[in-house]
């Protein structure tokens, strides 16, 4: 983790790390190296809550600090895994991407060639039953290297929760019915293999993936949906 966050900090103005709640010493090394980074911020659970759970926190801070003036509507969030599992070599390369083409998200699609034919058929198959759901074509639908631009990211927060896992299919389907520009077509290479998937966590996204599209669905039915003061921020 250390090496991650070495690496990364330099490529970010801010940097916010979640502890969902780690039994080891993961909260103390990341209190520690905090020490000698000011522009670092510690969120953290005392009770493990999942990775769905973790991530819209740390979404829902940057909502609050959009709605307090404090980073802009068109800032970019990038999302990656402390695990070293994501490329940060093409850090600036994802970033130009997004600002030449003037994106609301990039789901990085991840090189699964190191993965045996198990692990890319579920990957295709949850990418492809997410397609018909989102309106537009995902190739990796769970990847975790994301970039968003944060009104986007704000708006589409009454949308969804997450479960488990669940967290990374349904912001991408909320993204497509929320008509966002979206990309999930930019390969690049995995540092690390890392595969704790298990088939219960398939079934839980599959099932998701039609409840995130359901709920966008019930919330330009009633009105326009209810909206958080961050969401109304950013319209």
């Not at 809550?49 to 003036?69: I, P, Q, T, V, W």
């Not at 490329?87 to 699964?112: H, I, K, Q, S, T």
């Not at 990847?143 to 009454?158: E, K, M, Q, T």
């Amino acid at each position: 983790m250390e090496a991650v966050l070495d690496r990364l900090y330099p490529l970010v103005d801010e940097l916010v790390v979640v502890d969902d709640g780690s039994t080891d010493h993961t909260r103390k090394i990341v209190e520690e190296w905090l020490v000698g980074a000011p522009a670092a911020t510690l969120l953290a659970f005392d009770e493990n809550r999942g990775m769905s759970a973790a991530y819209y926190e740390a979404f829902s801070h940057l909502a609050a600090r959009l709605r307090a003036g404090e980073i802009s509507p068109d800032d970019h969030v990038f999302t990656v895994d402390a695990d070293g599992q994501h490329d940060l070599a093409v850090f600036d390369m994802l970033c130009a991407v997004m600002e030449d083409e003037g994106l609301d998200a990039l789901l990085v699609r991840r090189n699964l060639s190191y993965h045996g034919p198990y692990k890319r058929a579920g990957n295709w198959l949850i990418s492809a039953w997410a397609s018909l759901w989102a309106g537009y074509r995902l190739r990796d639908v769970e990847s975790g290297y994301r970039v968003f631009r944060v009104a986007a990211l704000v708006d589409a927060l009454g949308y969804y929760r997450g479960y488990q896992y669940s967290e990374t299919v349904e912001l991408a389907v909320v993204l497509g019915r929320r008509r966002a520009r979206v990309r999930n077509d930019v390969l690049v290479p995995v540092p690390v293999s890392r595969s704790r998937t298990r088939l219960v966590d398939f079934v839980v996204d599959a099932a998701m993936i039609p409840v995130a599209a359901f709920r966008v669905w019930l919330g330009r039915a009633g009105k326009g949906g209810r909206l958080t003061p961050a969401q109304q921020a950013v319209r």
